[in-house]
């Protein structure tokens, strides 16, 4: 008689698309668990010679050996026949891209499952992990939530936390919250199987929303605080970058300190090995990593021999 208990016991349809979704079916396929399908994203146009490229997801479900489906929607029986043919006892999603349908939510038996980069109801919606740094939040974590049709609105089934550090990007932060989102979800599943798996309803109170974040966001604006814009600099890290003008060169910063001084905003009061320090609304933030169009990312002392910053000049918004 076969164990029911057993991770391959379980046909866990798996729908998702950037390296963080490709981190949660790792984990998956790696506890066992039997994945008959997996849902990506269609091929996109990616690097400098914008070839057709696979998703991360799609990337290691073929190397496994996967069937992978890529509709451009879910809404229609068509779309979702290959979904329904595999008769999942439970889908899993993260990140996925699309808005699920009822018709889909309603297919496994035991539900659709989601894995979401933020403790709600805080931070519901596209960007919760860049949201959380640029908003000084002292910790995160990951969410496994049944899905209904709202906008992360389902019911609360397991939560796991991590502290965000006074130096995490959005890239170090993702990479974290990538590894526990395998952990949550390898965890719940096996929870599911046992009958232990209790929904909770999310709180009425803390509800935030995660947009998405917009290049026009990434201009810095030095009227700000230097710690708020300090936090700008690890959130928007690696995408899409902090960035001013100075000379009519873009100018990205990519980690920074706040430091005493004042100015008027945007005008840079000291420059040397150690950084260019531009005044803020209140205090001054010290950028010791730079970039300017066509170069990489440098420590201030490279980055100053080959674009000299003076005392006085005055960084602007970029246009």
């Not at 596209?126 to 939530?145: C, K, L, N, Q, S």
């Not at 502290?163 to 599943?189: F, K, N, Q, S, Y």
């Not at 599911?192 to 995660?210: D, F, H, K, S």
């Not at 990519?254 to 320090?277: H, K, L, N």
């Amino acid at each position: 008689m076969a164990d029911t208990l057993s991770p391959a016991a379980l046909r866990v349809a798996f729908a998702g698309t950037p390296e963080f979704a490709a981190c949660a079916l790792e984990a998956i396929l790696e506890a066992g668990y039997t994945v008959p399908l997996v849902l990506t994203q269609p091929d996109r146009p990616a690097g400098r010679g914008m070839k057709l490229t696979p998703s991360a997801v799609k990337q290691l479900a073929l190397a496994r050996g996967i069937e992978v489906d890529q509709p451009e929607r879910l809404r229609t029986d068509e779309q979702r026949a290959r979904l329904s043919a595999c008769a999942p006892d439970v889908l899993v999603v993260a990140a996925y891209g699309l808005i699920l349908p009822k018709a889909v939510l309603d297919m496994p038996r035991l539900g659709c499952l989601n894995i979401h980069a933020s403790l709600l109801p805080r931070w519901r919606g596209a960007a919760p992990i860049h949201r959380a740094i640029e908003a000084g939040d002292a910790a995160t974590g990951i969410t496994i939530m049944q899905m209904d049709e709202g906008l992360d609105t389902g019911a609360m089934l397991l939560e796991r936390s991590t502290p965000i550090l006074p130096r995490d990007t959005t890239a170090t932060l993702h990479d974290r919250l990538a590894a526990l989102g395998g952990e949550c979800i390898v965890a719940a599943l096996a929870a599911l199987q046992r009958g232990e798996l209790v929904a909770r309803p999310q709180p009425a109170e803390g509800v935030t929303y995660a947009a998405k974040i917009g290049r026009a966001e990434a201009n810095i604006d030095w009227t700000r605080p230097a710690a708020d814009i300090e936090r700008a600099t690890r959130a928007f890290d690696p995408f899409p970058g902090a960035a001013s003008s100075l000379r009519d060169t873009v100018v990205k910063c990519w980690s920074a300190e706040v430091v005493p001084g004042r100015g008027e905003p945007g005008t840079v009061i000291a420059a040397g090995d150690d950084g260019i320090t531009v005044a803020c609304g209140r205090d001054a933030l010290r950028c010791t990593v730079l970039q300017r169009p066509g170069s990489k990312r440098l420590p201030a002392a490279e980055f100053l021999r080959g674009f000299p910053v003076s005392v006085g000049e005055r960084f602007a918004t970029v246009a």
